[in-house]
Each structure stands twice: as C-alpha cells, then as structure tokens.
C-alpha cells in the first residue's frame, strides 16, 4: 500500500459543477496534512492545511478523518482557474521536527467551459 | 520579498558531468529539502537538511550530493554516477516542525 494514495483521475467537470477529491494515508501516527496545488510545469503550492476539525476557505473546504485516515478536497463553484493537479500531503509523524512531507501522485482537474 | 530562488531554470549535462543546482532562500527558515519529480508522478524526496553543517539521504539520495554551509543556501549536486537525471528539480525550505514548504520555481535538467 502507498504511504499516500489519491485517485489520479482527470477529472472534468464544467464551470460551476461541485467536485470533491480523497486521499488516504497508511500512517496513523500522521500529525498534519495539507492540500497543494500544482500548474503544468510549476512549483507546488500550498492550498490549505487540514485541520481536525474541517478547515473553509472561500470555495475550498478540507476535511480530516483520522480514524478512516482520509482527507477530503471539496471545491465548490469551480473555475477555469482551478483546473490543475492538486497534491495530497501528510507529514508521516515519526520525525515531525523537520517536518518530512510524504507527497501523494495527485489528482488532475480539468475544468471546461 | 521572502523566498525561495533557485536557478538555473534549464540545465542540460553532458554523460560523465557533475552539475549542481542551486537553491536560495531569504525566509530564515531552518529545514530545507530537495526533491525530484518525474512526469506523471508526485515528488520524491532527495536530501534534507534540518540546521546548517547536517544533513540527511531522503528516499532516492543514490547519484546526489548535498551541502549546507550557509543557512540561506543548499545546492545540491547531481553526479555522474546518476544516470538517469532527467527530470524536474524542487527545493523546498520550512521552518520545521511539521509546518508546510514553500518551493522555489524548479530546474529542469536534462542529459545532452
């Protein structure tokens, strides 16, 4: 099993359609999880950390499941704009002092208009 | 601005070259890594480095080296002995302790 594992998709959906993205974990012991966004040929950026409780922000809502380890990308309203690959990350949790990041292969989404 | 620079942005290498890529950074941030991304799949971590003068083989150190004399700097040197360096290069900076990286744009090394 992979440490990280995400639906690679595509996905395509048009303007204005609700798409919603899962990753699941193999460590228990993970302590934080976050959400990247990755553009053809770019750097990866950071969307959102996950936080236990579910986290919003604008469009975009995370949420954790720790005892199903799973994290969620719900993206509401979606955009041309959001059309990109979007990166599952989970700090693993056993040397969380220099915060190794375990990179899931993403998934792709296409919006269309 | 804060952050990270690295360059150059396109590298071509000849067999039986080392090269080095370069990484910079400006946000004071203690840990920084290196990983290489192939098309088509996520990002596989090379070497980190948690404080100046240490560092650590991530998953797929096998044909790199490292260095971190200077807190702001971490190159990272691709040798001959890889031979199969194609790919995309990112580094990557965090002030630690579980928190999220901030890449630099990448370096894109290809073999001539």
């Known amino acids: 099993r992979k440490e990280v594992e995400q639906d690679p998709g595509p996905f395509n959906v048009p303007e204005g359609a609700t798409v919603a993205f899962n990753c699941t974990y193999s460590n228990s012991a993970s302590q934080s999880f976050f959400w990247y966004r990755q553009d053809c040929r770019k750097e990866p950026k950071l969307l959102m950390s996950v936080y236990s409780s579910g986290n919003e922000d604008g469009r975009f809502t995370a949420q954790l499941n720790r005892a199903s380890q799973y994290i969620s990308l719900l993206i509401r309203d979606s955009k041309l704009s959001d059309s990109a690959t979007y990166l599952c990350?989970?700090?693993?949790?056993?040397?969380?002092?220099?915060?190794?990041?375990?990179f899931g292969q993403g998934t792709i989404l296409t919006v269309h208009p | 601005d804060g952050g990270i620079t690295q360059s150059p942005k396109y590298l071509f290498r000849k067999e039986g070259q080392n090269v080095t890529l370069s990484c910079e950074q400006n946000?004071?941030?203690?840990?920084m890594y290196w990983y290489r991304q192939d098309p088509g799949q996520g990002l596989r971590l090379i070497y980190y480095s948690q404080i100046v003068n240490d560092f650590q083989k991530g998953d797929i150190a096998e044909g790199y080296s490292v260095s971190r004399e200077k807190k702001e700097s971490f190159p990272l040197t691709v040798t001959s002995a890889q031979k199969n360096p194609t790919a995309f290069y990112l580094c990557?900076?965090?002030?630690?302790?579980?928190?999220?990286?901030?890449f630099g744009d990448g370096t894109r090394l290809s073999i001539l």
């Open positions: 990350v989970v700090n693993m949790g056993r040397e969380t002092s220099y915060g190794k990041l375990t």
């Open positions: 946000l004071n941030h203690d840990a």
């Open positions: 990557a900076s965090s002030p630690g302790g579980g928190q999220p990286q901030h």
